[in-house]
């Protein structure tokens, strides 16, 4: 098997054992994770090192860069950072908070070997350990270094999916899943979007007139996302991008066939993630312009050396949408949709690291648009708000519920009519709170 290119992943595949193994520690106890609260860091490390006669002293740092914090048990970086605090025979022992994950590292009193240890993976109270056991401290560690540059195991690659699927469960801004900007929340935002107004079902019920419109014209925008943006501990600013098109499936008809692609790009703590997605639906009237359905498949994938993470997903979903007209002067948009997220293989990359996360998917939601009687820029002018919540049920995520709350203001055509009660400019305000992570964004959409 090929040299895998994302070295972060490599690194991690060599934190694993084939096996668990129990062995006691001899030597201080590394600082746990508690004790690096106060560093803001995406990556947090903390070392004890023994100085003789049972004496200890304590160390702790961060990095916001995944490949640089392999090297935190390097006999090499450990005599850079500390001296003559620091000699192979003295014990030492480290903890690296992989965003949110702990890692453990140990140097035995009198001992060559480097050993790892990370508890709690894919089974409660579980602990998985390695041994590198070379002539030197160095000669253990370059054994460690040489593994986790080459992975070429079956095993490797399965120890490399359980900690992605853990991250999942246990950090914050994870890419991939388990948070509401992950590849995993915006396939499933996706498929059930009340913040535009966008869908067949409400552009028919604005036709009082009953004939019917044409397929949308082309839609982009774009989101910034910023500011006080932050999951927990983590800051990140993160840029959205849409490009959608959709189609009468038949001259006459109501069904709509539509295309979406979503892309984005975040920085996390200033370590950068990209993601694409590409969903395909049929959006189709149940009862004329009152209630419509709309199944989707829609597929999304991330790539991150910098915060360590890699994989793609696939997620099939349907939607509902229920109009009730004669609310003051506005129209209720009702949303439901059930949706099921499952990760897949990643062999394109020489390595199948797919973590296995299937999951389960709940959106529902409320939307309230109203015509505004001022004009802006000599248009109509309108308002929208609406609110979702997002349930997830399967594999353990670190958000398993997330809110999200929208308000836009749009520019409609110059005559009242069926046509122009589309916008055809949108200024949106969302905000999306899940626990610890708060994302505030501010965007425009355009319709052409």
């Not at 920085?267 to 004329?288: K, Y």
């Amino acid at each position: 098997m090929q040299k895998f290119g994302w070295s972060a992943l490599g690194a991690v595949a060599a934190l694993w054992a084939i096996a668990p193994v129990a062995q006691a520690q001899v030597g201080p106890p590394p600082p746990s994770p508690q004790q690096l609260d106060d560093i803001e860091s995406l990556f947090r490390i903390g070392v004890t090192l023994g100085v003789g006669g049972g004496a200890t002293i304590t160390d702790s740092y961060g990095l916001d860069i995944a490949n640089d914090g392999q090297d935190f048990m390097n006999p090499q970086r450990l005599r850079e950072r500390y001296g003559a605090r620091y000699n192979d025979r003295l014990p030492v022992s480290g903890v690296i908070d992989f965003r949110g994950l702990p890692i453990y590292g140990f140097y035995d009193t009198n001992s060559a070997v480097f050993r790892i240890a990370i508890p709690a993976l894919d089974a409660e109270g579980e602990v998985y350990q390695n041994r590198f056991n070379g002539v030197t401290r160095q000669a253990s560690y370059d054994l460690f270094d040489s593994y986790l540059n080459d992975i070429d195991s079956a095993e490797a690659e399965r120890l490399v999916r359980l900690l992605l699927k853990s991250l999942a469960r246990y950090s914050p801004v994870d890419p991939l899943a388990g948070n509401p900007g992950s590849v995993q929340s915006g396939l499933v935002r996706s498929s059930l979007d009340l913040s535009s107004g966008d869908s067949a079902i409400e552009q028919d019920a604005a036709n009082s007139g009953g004939t019917n419109t044409a397929g949308d014209p082309w839609i982009m925008g774009a989101n910034y996302s910023g500011g006080s943006s932050n999951g927990g501990r983590y800051d990140f600013m993160r840029v959205d991008g849409r490009v959608a098109r959709s189609f009468r499936l038949t001259e006459g008809g109501r069904a709509l066939l539509k295309f979406d692609l979503p892309v984005s790009y975040s920085e996390v703590n200033g370590a950068r993630a990209a993601t694409a997605q590409f969903g395909v639906g049929v959006e189709f009237p149940v009862i004329a312009r009152r209630w419509s359905l709309e199944p989707r498949v829609g597929y999304g994938i991330t790539a991150s050396d910098q915060l360590g993470s890699v994989g793609n997903m696939l997620s099939t979903t349907i939607a509902s949408r229920y109009v009730l007209d004669g609310l003051g002067r506005g129209r209720l948009v009702i949303g439901n949709m059930v949706g099921y997220t499952t990760t897949l293989s990643t062999g394109i990359t020489g390595y199948n690291v797919n973590p296995g996360l299937k999951n389960w998917a709940f959106r529902n939601g409320l939307a309230y648009d109203l015509p505004l009687k001022f004009r802006g820029l000599g248009r109509n002018t309108s308002a929208r708000v609406s609110y979702t919540l997002t349930n997830y049920a399967g594999d353990k995520l670190y958000y398993d519920t997330f809110h999200e709350v929208t308000l836009s203001l749009g520019l409609r055509g110059r005559e009242e009519s069926a046509r122009n009660a589309r916008d055809l400019i949108r200024l949106n305000m969302n905000l999306i709170k899940a626990g610890s992570y708060t994302s505030w964004s501010a965007g425009l959409g355009f319709r052409f």
